[in-house]
């Protein structure tokens, strides 16, 4: 059995020092190389034998949305006014922790307000570069699963991503004000999502942890941001992502009832992992770095903030009631639920599982523009 600093170096997982040592040393690095260990896999066998799998094709087929016609791009972003709109809902710019001693302490709106600008650069950032590992991994589903109704829906998948993709890169472009390289810790993730050669842990990596995560992340800025054209980008986004959580949880309930407790273990700890690297890669390192402050110091008071600890444990709301629903939590001797536990996120295990909940988040019909 793994230790924890088998699985992510350290022995305890708020070690603050040893997250903040995880760092991207490649910023320039535009294109990586990562080795695919999986076999493709053809499958002879056409019957549609998953009819749950097939529903979700059928409602793939038809949710499809245009990128380019369907969102008002014409809309105006003042960067700026998004900031002063998101704080104000907090009390105001560097509200929820006194600074009296701190690097904020003379820091006045024009700081606190570039680094509201810096962080929505870095978070859809972030995005932008996990939408593009999901595509990558979505390509590989299609190739590595062994079931033809599995294959129809990835498919329909690596359209979607490639789509998020696109409004991503360009919401970055035309309305934000600067890029940021893709996070250490979620690299170091996506590298083992894509190294591993079982086609089911790219399911459990990708489909549950990742996807189940943004789908959380983009729920919670799709409730805050005032910004309208973001607001509706999100949504759509969304209606997405439910969809492809849901065909992880699908895929993988069956799968995982035939595996012995040595292999749930293994999925178990993947599934750590994994929670673990995405927890860490919120930190925002990178934003402080670029801002000239001291990292380690800044990031221990910004996590002080209600907000923060609050959003932090929201991201885990879709995860959590998903393992339950793949029997992670409490397989052998309940591993998982005790390090879900130890993370304080294991509140939100009886919460509605995707596999369950996807249709609520459906596009309404007149949604689309250029319908």
């Given at each position: 059995?793994?230790?924890?600093?088998?699985?992510?170096?350290?022995?305890?997982?708020?070690?603050?020092?040893?997250?903040?040592?995880?760092?991207?040393?490649?910023?320039?690095?535009?294109?990586?190389?990562?080795?695919d260990?999986?076999?493709?896999?053809f499958?002879?066998?056409?019957?549609?034998?998953?009819?749950?799998?097939?529903?979700?094709?059928?409602?793939?087929?038809?949710?499809?949305?245009?990128?380019?016609?369907?969102?008002?791009?014409?809309?105006?972003?003042?960067?700026?006014?998004?900031?002063?709109?998101?704080?104000?809902q907090?009390?105001?710019?560097?509200?929820?922790?006194?600074?009296?001693?701190t690097?904020?302490?003379?820091?006045?709106?024009?700081?606190?307000?570039?680094?509201?600008?810096?962080?929505?650069?870095?978070?859809?950032?972030?995005?932008?570069h996990?939408?593009?590992?999901?595509l990558?991994?979505?390509?590989?589903?299609?190739?590595?699963?062994?079931?033809?109704?599995?294959?129809?829906y990835?498919?329909?998948?690596?359209?979607?991503?490639?789509?998020?993709?696109?409004?991503?890169?360009?919401?970055?472009?035309?309305?934000?004000?600067?890029?940021?390289?893709?996070?250490?810790?979620?690299?170091?993730?996506?590298?083992?999502?894509?190294?591993?050669?079982?086609?089911?842990?790219?399911?459990?990596?990708?489909?549950?942890?990742?996807?189940?995560?943004?789908?959380?992340?983009?729920?919670?800025?799709?409730?805050?941001?005032?910004?309208?054209?973001?607001?509706q980008?999100?949504?759509?986004?969304?209606?997405?992502?439910?969809?492809?959580?849901?065909?992880?949880?699908?895929?993988?309930?069956?799968?995982?009832?035939?595996?012995?407790?040595?292999?749930?273990?293994?999925?178990?700890?993947?599934?750590?992992?994994?929670?673990?690297?995405?927890?860490?890669?919120?930190?925002?390192?990178?934003?402080?770095?670029?801002?000239?402050?001291?990292?380690?110091?800044?990031?221990?008071?910004?996590?002080?903030?209600p907000?923060?600890?609050?959003?932090?444990q929201?991201?885990?709301?879709?995860?959590?009631?998903?393992?339950?629903?793949?029997?992670?939590?409490?397989?052998?001797?309940?591993?998982?639920?005790?390090?879900?536990?130890?993370?304080?996120?294991?509140?939100?295990?009886?919460?509605?599982?995707?596999?369950?909940?996807?249709?609520?988040?459906?596009?309404?019909e007149?949604?689309?523009?250029?319908?």
């Amino acid at each position: 059995m793994a230790t924890t600093e088998d699985l992510i170096g350290r022995t305890d997982v708020n070690d603050l020092e040893a997250i903040l040592a995880v760092t991207n040393t490649d910023v320039d690095e535009v294109v990586r190389a990562v080795k695919d260990n999986a076999d493709a896999i053809f499958s002879w066998d056409y019957e549609r034998s998953r009819p749950k799998l097939g529903r979700l094709y059928e409602k793939a087929k038809t949710s499809m949305w245009n990128g380019e016609t369907d969102l008002p791009w014409e809309t105006p972003v003042d960067q700026e006014a998004v900031v002063l709109a998101n704080a104000a809902q907090f009390g105001g710019p560097g509200a929820g922790f006194d600074v009296t001693g701190t690097p904020f302490e003379k820091w006045g709106d024009k700081e606190w307000i570039e680094v509201g600008v810096q962080s929505q650069n870095w978070t859809l950032s972030q995005f932008l570069h996990g939408e593009q590992g999901a595509l990558v991994c979505t390509a590989k589903i299609v190739e590595s699963v062994p079931w033809i109704d599995a294959k129809y829906y990835a498919a329909t998948q690596v359209m979607d991503e490639a789509r998020h993709v696109e409004v991503f890169a360009k919401y970055l472009d035309t309305k934000l004000s600067g890029h940021y390289p893709i996070n250490a810790h979620l690299r170091l993730l996506l590298d083992d999502i894509v190294a591993d050669s079982r086609w089911d842990m790219t399911y459990l990596g990708m489909q549950i942890m990742v996807e189940g995560l943004a789908l959380a992340a983009f729920g919670f800025i799709h409730a805050l941001t005032t910004e309208p054209l973001l607001k509706q980008l999100l949504r759509y986004v969304m209606a997405d992502e439910a969809r492809h959580v849901a065909f992880g949880v699908l895929s993988l309930q069956e799968y995982y009832e035939g595996l012995s407790n040595a292999e749930l273990r293994e999925r178990q700890e993947f599934a750590f992992e994994a929670a673990v690297r995405m927890r860490d890669r919120f930190l925002q390192q990178e934003v402080w770095d670029r801002m000239g402050l001291p990292v380690k110091e800044v990031v221990s008071l910004v996590q002080q903030a209600p907000e923060r600890q609050m959003f932090q444990q929201m991201l885990f709301s879709k995860i959590v009631p998903n393992c339950k629903k793949l029997g992670l939590l409490d397989a052998g001797d309940g591993w998982l639920r005790q390090k879900f536990g130890e993370l304080g996120v294991i509140q939100f295990e009886d919460w509605a599982d995707t596999g369950e909940e996807y249709e609520a988040f459906a596009l309404a019909e007149g949604d689309r523009r250029s319908a």
